[in-house]
């Protein structure tokens, strides 16, 4: 009954290497985002969708790109994948427009060698 | 746009002790705000919010009072457990976007 799961949990690649991560949410919300956090546990927002659709994509390297099959999941592709891309993924998501309130998935941490 | 300031960590502690971390934030129009936990290898979780002046957010023994004259969200804890070891956000929010803007966070650490 996890409300918001995300794989793999780790994630051990080599530099220029393409990866994806999965998201999904069994909460029925319409709204799902994706975080980056660095080793200082500083909290980055990357992109927001709602309903499928992109209404947030903050200065993100174009080597990044979501995709929503459907609005329970999020995806993160991450193409030529570079050293400074090491860090811990966060997925989350909120109920319908106009609630702040996130629900986080348990993270990815990738490691980029 | 938003902004938050958050007091450094590490916070350490022993049990039993009271427990403060400052908060304070700049925010457009009206925010509702929020804190949230990170344990150790964990995502965050919505520790407690508060959504209009002088309102107290409270769970898990936690509180904050939301401040508006002096723009503060202060978590307080009368007395701290282990299990309570954990890194803190504070989070305004508001504006359209729903996103809400997480301070740096600050580290506790209790002590048995």
């Known amino acids: 009954d996890t409300a918001v799961s995300q794989t793999p949990k780790y994630l051990v690649t080599q530099m220029g290497n393409d990866k994806s991560i999965k998201c999904e949410q069994n909460?029925?919300?319409?709204?799902m985002y994706w975080y980056k956090q660095d080793s200082k546990k500083f909290l980055k927002i990357m992109f927001s969708?709602?309903?499928?659709?992109?209404?947030i994509n903050e200065t993100v390297p174009n080597r990044f790109s979501p995709k929503s099959p459907d609005k329970a999941h999020l995806n993160l592709h991450i193409n030529s994948l570079e050293l400074g891309d090491s860090a811990v993924y966060f997925c989350a998501s909120s109920p319908a427009a106009g609630s702040y309130e996130q629900y986080f998935g348990p993270g990815t941490r990738l490691t980029v060698t | 746009g938003n902004s938050v300031t958050q007091m450094e960590g590490p916070v350490t502690l022993s049990e039993e002790a009271f427990l403060t971390i400052n908060c304070t934030y700049t925010a457009t129009g009206y925010p509702s705000l929020f804190w949230y936990v990170q344990y150790p290898g964990e995502g965050l979780q919505l520790l407690l919010k508060?959504?209009?002046?002088?309102d107290k957010g409270s769970n898990k023994g936690f509180e904050a009072t939301y401040r508006k004259e002096t723009t503060s969200f202060h978590l307080e804890k009368g007395s701290v457990q282990v299990s309570d070891s954990a890194v803190y956000f504070c989070?305004?929010?508001?504006?359209?976007?729903?996103?809400?803007?997480f301070g740096r966070g600050t580290s506790l650490i209790v002590h048995p």
């Open positions: 989070a305004p929010s508001s504006g359209g976007s729903y996103i809400p803007t």
């Open positions: 508060a959504t209009k002046a002088d």
């Open positions: 969708y709602n309903n499928k659709e992109l209404i």
């Open positions: 909460l029925g919300h319409d709204t």
